[in-house]
């Protein structure tokens, strides 16, 4: 289970009160949730219409900044190809698992320097992570654009003998070239019709070179025959040809052509290789910074909202729940009971999800007695 509940409370006498009670209450008598306290630090609260206005950009910062880390874990997921099963373990935050980075959460002093106001940490937080998600469409646009045309080649080359690409299969041997009047022709044959075509082919239209035909490969469905005959012919034999159930496929011997195809193939695919470890790494390095930056911004949305509804002097107790998955309502149920005294009004609209009170942005999500964000480490979508 990678949800978890993060909440907060106000201090009872103490902090500790109010931490001990949510740890009878959901623990110690009936297993509803594993429990860590999640630490914010001492933050400038400023005036309350700031707070009122902040709490609203929060909001959306968070959706912004929850949709980055996601579109990069998925990316991540895209580029690993067949290794997808190695995703999980590049998808970490300052180089741990993301649940053990969210159940020891400690503010990054450094990146996030609490002497500033609530509103400048949040501008640093949302200019980064744009930065990010800028970068991520250039370079997944650029690495694609490689991708896709390695495959067009590959899926050439890949084909049945009706459509692909013929270079690495035929040789300059196989072909009568620089002949003013002969040319060598190659037909796709069924396997079933190989015989027919043996017996035949010297006749299906005057000027066919006698015994001409090599079979040059074989994939799972036909044969490619090369034949050779006079230019002139080539109309009929190809109209006989198509009667008979045999393709003749349109191709000239071109060897400039052909060493240029088998080149850009090589190019590209040496230009993937050398481009997939730099991109793996960019992407390792810019999930972590994406995802703490999301869970600071979740902290400061503890913050600001336990402010405006608990009030100051700033004394509340943030925790994080992981609820088991089992008895998910029954835990709601609990911390109903535990909190239901700090908001009267909550009573009538515990279930519903649209409320919208100024200055509490509620309409985004469930309204309880107590803060409540929920914060889920499960980012990938496979389909």
Known sequence: MTEFWLISAPGDK????????????TTRTNNLSTNNKFNIPDLKVGTLDVLVGL???LAKLDSFVESVVKKVAQYMADVLEDSRDKVQENLLANGVDLVTYVTRFQWDMAKYPIKQSLKNISEIVSKAISQIDNDLKARASAYNNLKGNLQNLERKNAGSLLTRSLADIVKKDDFVLDSEYLITMLVVVPKTNYTDWQRTYETLSEMVVPRSTNLLFEDHDSGLFS?????????DFRHKARENKFTVRDFQYNEEELKADKEEMTRLSTDKKKQFG?????LKVNFSEAFIAWIHIKALRVFVESV??????????AMLL????KNMKKLREVLYDLYKHLDSSAAAIIDQTAMDIPG??????????????????NLLDFK
């Open 14 to 25: 103490t902090c500790q009160q109010t931490w001990d009670k949510l740890m009878t209450a």
């Open 308 to 317: 405006l509804r608990y009030g100051l002097p700033v004394n509340f107790q």
């Open 360 to 377: 509490l942005n509620l309409s985004q999500q469930e309204y309880y007695p107590y803060v409540y964000y929920k914060i889920d480490c």
């Open 278 to 282: 730099p991109l793996v790494r960019w």
């Open 55 to 57: 709490s609203d950009e």
């Open 322 to 325: 992981q609820p088991n998955k």
């Open 227 to 235: 034949v050779t005959l006079f230019r002139k012919a080539i109309d």
